[in-house]
């Protein structure tokens, strides 16, 4: 069992969603975060005061998947994520202990 | 049906004629207005103009050596049934302009400075505007409407009035000819309070998220017994010593149709000084201090720009020409200074803003102000690309250079503003557009482009600069010694909502 995380521009949100959805993923984690990375922040001007805004907001999305479908789902991420340009975001994959449903209480890759 | 009908007119006829008789029998008889005066008075109405000049003829008394004089007078008694009362129409536009006014300060001018400030000190602004609502409310009942606007001798000549309509007595529904044959007195002077709230609320941006809230209700009692009473007066009221228009004794023959150096010359002159001795924010320049809301600020620009129009038609103090001709120019000036300002942000750093566009309509109702009743909308035109150019220039630049913390550019956009429309108006003031300025300003206003006024204009401003200058200096050190004028930095980093107001402009889910 896999974690994977994206850090995705918004405006990407839905392209991703759709194409997780069409490879059989059932469910996601999505929160609006901000953060850096080699795209740097921007200026922005009032008046005469010049700000530099470090953080940018992205898209953070969490899946807990079966390792048998985590390649699939990352290349979807990516392939839908993908603009060519600076700022297109990251993924992290990382090992999961167990996971539990609340309601049925099972437990493994039948809970995620 | 009919027959009860006239036996009720029957009825009224013969009481109306008993009481007529047993009047006749107390005192003299009334005289009667002719058919003619009773017309002349309601087209005064129309007019805006004196009603009782129709009731007046030339009437024989006695002077002090006993010598039979003949004057111009209205004969004893004689009134028409509109000669002494309000106008219906020139009333009800004042109490809308006044009420837009208010509609400036509360919510326009609270949202359009809530919006720059840093989220942690929203309140503050909003807390601010209020308590000057009503503590200035509170000074004008007791005795500032009168140390501007009574008639009679003045506490100090041609600089303060006197203590007449204290506590507004003999201030009712009738209206005070000095100012308006129209509007009812209490009116009036409601609608002046609005000027003299929204004014020391102007101040309040060069000093925002810095400044106790004790000290600033300490400083505006303080400023308006100094500055604005006095200025108002000196602008504004009949024996006025710049009251180019009114006074023809004035000794500086200036003129200022809603503010330009009562409100904003006056306020933005005095927030610099004020900026200056309060000192900078804490983190100025290091840390970030962007506007919180844009959003919010734009629709307080919107309101200010709408209020704008009681400010400046109102000025008129009638539903007349010269409020219609203010209307115009105001309209004008604003629009294409909101337009200027946001193209030269664009040719210079690429981008137009909306806080440009903010910024310029602001300023040209600034630059405006003074001018809206004199000028033409060609003048008014030019008023609106030097209002979008100028301030531009001062809240870009001359702080930068100078490296003073005017917050939320009360200096920038207020005094160089008032200041470039006292001078134009002097420049573009034309006797086409106020018949007014013929009455005691034919030599100096000469429709040209450096004719005498602007001299008056000069010597006004000058004088404004020093009064604000001068008096802000003084009233600032003295709340400095008595009360302190800065929070301390705990109280300020953690934001003057929560440490001053115990409340919080916004809470999470």
């Not at chain 2, 030269?344 to 309509?361: N, Q, T, Y």
């Amino acid at each position: 069992m896999k974690k994977v995380e994206a850090i995705i521009k918004p405006f990407k949100l839905e392209e991703v969603k759709d194409a997780l959805g069409e490879i059989g993923v059932e469910g996601m984690t999505v929160s609006e975060v901000k953060g850096f990375g080699r795209q740097k922040g921007h200026t922005e001007i009032y008046r005469g005061s010049e700000y530099t805004v470090d953080f940018l907001p992205k898209i953070k999305l969490e899946l807990v998947l079966p390792d048998s479908r985590v390649d699939a789902a990352v290349a979807a991420i990516i392939k839908s994520a993908k603009t060519g340009k600076i700022g297109d975001g990251k993924v992290f994959i990382s090992p999961v202990d167990d996971a539990i449903r609340i309601r049925t209480e099972e437990k493994g890759d039948s809970a995620v | 049906m009919k027959k009860l009908l006239s036996l009720i007119a029957m009825a009224g006829a013969l009481t109306a004629g008993t009481s007529f008789s047993s009047q006749a029998a107390d005192a003299p008889k009334k005289p009667e207005p002719t058919l003619e005066q009773r017309i002349a008075t309601v087209e005064a109405y129309i007019n805006n103009t004196d009603p009782t000049a129709p009731l007046k003829a030339k009437i024989k008394t006695k002077d002090k050596d006993g010598k039979e004089v003949e004057t111009e007078a209205v004969p004893e008694g004689l009134v028409t049934p509109t000669s002494a009362t309000s106008g219906p129409g020139h009333n009800g536009f004042m109490m809308v302009c006044a009420a837009l006014v208010l509609f400036m300060t509360l919510p326009g001018l609270f949202l359009f400075y809530g919006g720059l400030v840093r989220k942690k000190n929203i309140l503050s602004v909003i807390a601010q505007c209020f308590g000057i609502a009503g503590l200035v409310t509170i000074l004008w009942v007791v005795c500032g409407y009168s140390l501007i606007f009574a008639d009679g001798t003045d506490m100090i000549a041609g600089v303060l009035g006197n203590l007449k309509f204290s506590m507004l007595s003999g201030v009712d529904s009738l209206p005070n000819t000095n100012y308006s044959y129209w509007v009812s007195h209490n009116v009036f002077s409601m609608f002046q309070m609005m000027f003299a709230i929204i004014t020391p609320a102007l101040i309040l941006g060069a000093i925002a998220e810095r400044m106790k809230f004790a000290a600033i209700l300490a400083f505006v009692a303080l400023w308006m017994f100094i500055v604005y009473f006095p200025l108002a007066h000196m602008v504004w009221g009949i024996n006025g010593l710049m009251n180019g228009v009114w006074n023809a004794n004035a000794s500086i023959k200036a003129i200022d149709f809603a503010g330009g150096t009562v409100v904003h010359m006056s306020s933005g002159w005095s927030a610099l000084v004020l900026c200056l001795i309060l000192g900078k924010r804490l983190g100025f320049g290091k840390d970030p201090m962007q506007p919180h809301s844009m959003v919010m600020c734009s629709i307080g620009t919107g309101m200010l720009w709408v209020g704008w129009y009681g400010f400046n038609a109102g000025s008129a103090v009638a539903a007349d020409g010269v409020a219609a001709n203010a209307f115009t120019t105001t309209t004008i000036a604003a629009a294409v200074a909101s337009f200027v300002w946001p193209v030269l942000e664009w040719i210079v750093r690429g981008k137009p803003s909306v806080l440009g566009f903010c910024s310029g309509a602001v300023a040209g109702l600034v630059v405006i102000t003074p001018a809206a009743g004199f000028v033409t909308p060609g003048g008014a035109l030019l008023i609106g690309i030097l209002a979008g150019v100028v301030p531009f220039v001062a809240c870009t630049s001359l702080k930068k250079m100078f490296g003073y913390d005017d917050a939320l550019d009360t200096f920038g956009v207020h005094a160089v503003g008032g200041t470039l429309g006292a001078l134009l108006t002097g420049m573009l003031a034309r006797n086409g557009s106020n018949a007014n300025l013929a009455t005691n300003l034919k030599d100096k206003v000469t429709d040209s482009l450096f004719q005498p006024l602007v001299v008056e204009q000069l010597k006004a401003m000058a004088l404004t600069i020093v009064l604000s200058v001068v008096g802000t200096v003084v009233i600032a050190y003295i709340v400095k010694a008595v009360i302190g004028l800065r929070p301390t930095e705990e109280v300020e980093r953690m934001g003057l909502d929560v440490s001053e107001h115990g409340e919080e402009g916004y809470h999470g889910s």
